[in-house]
């Protein structure tokens, strides 16, 4: 009894591995087409410049009310902890590099992700599923080109311009509540924004941003053209491709700090 529970699960975990390489290797297809599509995609300009309005500014007030309450609850956070050790004229600095460095970036993908990926992947699915894109492929339009190169660079572009906006506002989040509630004075918080400010800080947030732009966009696309079984179909791959999304998102931060920390903060 024991040795067959054993085999059952040696194959189940052979069975899942095979289907992560299979995912993996699709993905890398994927990608490979959209790096053969993305010249002739850049002739569609208009089409990248509407995905960039969907992508971007469809997801600013979502992203505005995340960042004011994520700034505020820096604050707050950092007071507590600095409380009989730092002295609260840091706690500008404190807030303005944790959150263009790390949660600027991070929780900025972690929320288009969720609203764009859900998005893309729904559009695209039914389009699969109502045999629009085959359609495409009919009348000799590339649907890689047509369809996923447009998005995908629009979600690259749109990631770094809407974290910048968060970060803004996350910091005046952090103003608003160190100036009303914590007794620390608007010149202080200001001079330590000033004092404390890197450009390094910024374009290594940036840099992820444009990272978790591309995965977001990937992954709604890819799970969108792979959807099957109508209306459920297209849920489902709907829930893969926010899943998908926020998991590599936080892989990718774990490895893109290692890298960063090492080649630009070390320096």
């Not at 998005?119 to 492929?137: N, R």
């Not at 906006?165 to 160190?178: H, P």
């Not at 696309?221 to 459920?232: D, I, L």
């Not at 774990?254 to 090492?262: E, I, S, T």
């Amino acid at each position: 009894m024991t040795d067959d529970l054993a085999v059952r699960g040696v194959s189940y975990l052979s069975r899942r591995v095979e289907d992560v390489l299979a995912e993996i290797g699709r993905v890398t297809m994927l990608i490979g087409d959209i790096g053969r599509s993305l010249i002739p995609a850049l002739r569609s300009f208009p089409l990248i410049v509407q995905q960039m309005s969907v992508i971007g500014v469809g997801s600013l007030w979502l992203v505005a009310v995340v960042s004011l309450f994520t700034g505020a609850v820096s604050a707050v956070q950092a007071a507590y902890q600095f409380s009989s050790v730092v002295p609260l004229k840091y706690i500008g600095a404190v807030i303005l590099r944790s959150v263009i460095i790390e949660l600027g970036p991070v929780l900025t993908a972690l929320v288009v992700g969720g609203r764009v990926g859900a998005s893309i992947a729904a559009e695209l699915g039914t389009m699969k599923v109502t045999e629009q894109i085959d359609a495409l492929q009919a009348m000799a339009i590339s649907p890689v080109r047509y369809l996923v190169v447009p998005r995908v660079i629009a979600a690259i572009i749109m990631l770094p311009v809407v974290t910048v906006f968060a970060d803004a506002i996350a910091v005046f989040g952090g103003y608003v509540v160190a100036v009303s509630t914590l007794n620390v004075s608007s010149h202080t918080y200001i001079v330590g924004l000033k004092q404390f400010f890197y450009m390094k800080d910024l374009s290594s947030g940036l840099l992820k941003a444009t990272f978790f732009g591309g995965i977001i966009g990937v992954m709604g696309c890819y799970y969108g053209f792979r959807t099957e079984g109508g209306a459920e179909g297209v849920g489902i791959a709907t829930t893969r491709a926010v899943v998908a999304s926020c998991v590599l998102v936080l892989i990718s931060d774990y490895v893109l700090a290692n890298v960063l920390f090492r080649l630009i903060f070390a320096s």
